[in-house]
């Protein structure tokens, strides 16, 4: 706990007003306190739900996310960072779409900085051109990660439908190059490779590539499902790897189950301390879910007063006393996340 404590109170952005709601955030959460005493410490922010890619198994790519769609205005964006901006540490701009199709993506990431919050942003990379790579390295951006699914094009696409990998090799150099230029040393460049049938071969192609893009960290990431966990793991053979040390699923007894041997606690925090705020103001619990448990609108009355309304409240009890009872929560991956990523400097 202490240890907690002091790398907490020395992280670069610490003020005395971040650390005493990550004390007070840390309180709630420990003891289960469906009120929370203060804020979340960090919180995702979708720029919007609009997505350039058609990736299957994603509820933006599969037509599964059916919450109206449409762009974070920059006003809006503003909003939420002047009520709460002082007190999380970590924003990350990204939930259910690409942030690039959202012209005024650079203005948020100034306006964070400005607010000394570490950002980091999840994108396919497609849309970033020379003058969006210099505006993102200028912009203070902590860490962007990058999806690049393969070494080659026919790997790359088999599961980001659409995508082009020459312009995601592209974007990453006009990155590299607009830090070296800028003579900066961030935003740190992660890649991420989701392991799947068509690029399980290409690990260790991965890691040269990586090495060759000079880029800060390689993540390999097995592949699930965010549509939801699968009752049958039938539709989903022509994407998983035919290695069962890179499935995120098997089978025992004709049961399904995360493949993993660590036991899930059934509680989950993130209801605490990691809710994310959509496009159009919606409130949920974390980034997981994508149109089910929507806890009220922030723009329209606060983000204090969703926070702590009766309907977070409720659902924070209930998972206190178990989350495996709750449909969209039972099956979720969040605590065994570590056995699903493996990340390689």
Not at 10 to 33: A, D, E
Not at 51 to 62: F, I, R, T, V
Not at 293 to 310: A, H, I, Q, S
Not at 311 to 319: E, P, T, V
């Amino acid at each position: 706990m202490l240890k907690k404590l002091i790398k907490r109170l020395r992280r670069p952005n610490s003020t005395w007003k971040r650390f005493g709601n990550y004390c007070l955030n840390y309180i709630s959460k420990s003891l289960r306190i469906p009120y929370v005493l203060g804020f979340p410490e960090a919180i995702f922010i979708e720029p919007t739900n609009l997505c350039n890619l058609k990736c299957p198994l994603c509820p933006a790519g599969s037509g599964n996310n059916k919450r109206e769609k449409g762009m974070l205005a920059l006003g809006n964006f503003k909003k939420i960072i002047d009520e709460i901006g002082g007190y999380i540490y970590d924003l990350v701009l990204a939930n259910y779409g690409e942030p690039f199709i959202n012209p005024q993506i650079l203005d948020m990431l100034y306006y964070a900085q400005k607010k000394r919050i570490s950002t980091r942003l999840i994108t396919n990379a497609l849309l970033i051109d020379n003058i969006t790579a210099a505006g993102i390295v200028k912009s203070g951006l902590d860490r962007i990660v990058i999806s690049l699914d393969g070494i080659d094009q026919e790997a790359y696409s088999s599961y980001r439908i659409g995508g082009q990998l020459s312009k995601v090799i592209e974007a990453i150099n006009l990155i590299v190059e607009a830090k070296n230029e800028q003579k900066k040393s961030f935003p740190l460049v992660y890649v991420q490779f989701i392991i799947t049938k068509y690029n399980e071969h290409q690990m260790e192609e991965a890691r040269d590539l990586a090495k060759k893009l000079k880029v800060d960290r390689l993540i390999f990431k097995k592949l699930c499902d965010l549509n939801g966990f699968p009752s049958s793991l039938s539709y989903l053979e022509r994407y998983l790897p035919s290695n069962q040390a890179y499935r995120a699923y098997k089978t025992e007894g004709g049961v399904i189950s995360y493949n993993t041997d660590k036991l899930d606690i059934n509680f989950c925090s993130m209801a605490w301390n990691y809710p994310a705020v959509n496009w159009d103001g919606s409130l949920y619990p974390c980034c997981f879910d994508y149109g089910n448990l929507d806890m009220g609108n922030v723009f329209e009355d606060g983000f204090k007063n969703v926070w702590n309304n009766r309907k977070f409240i409720r659902l924070r009890s209930k998972i206190s006393k178990g989350k495996k009872e709750l449909p969209y929560c039972g099956n979720c991956s969040i605590n065994i996340y570590e056995d699903i990523i493996k990340e390689i400097n």
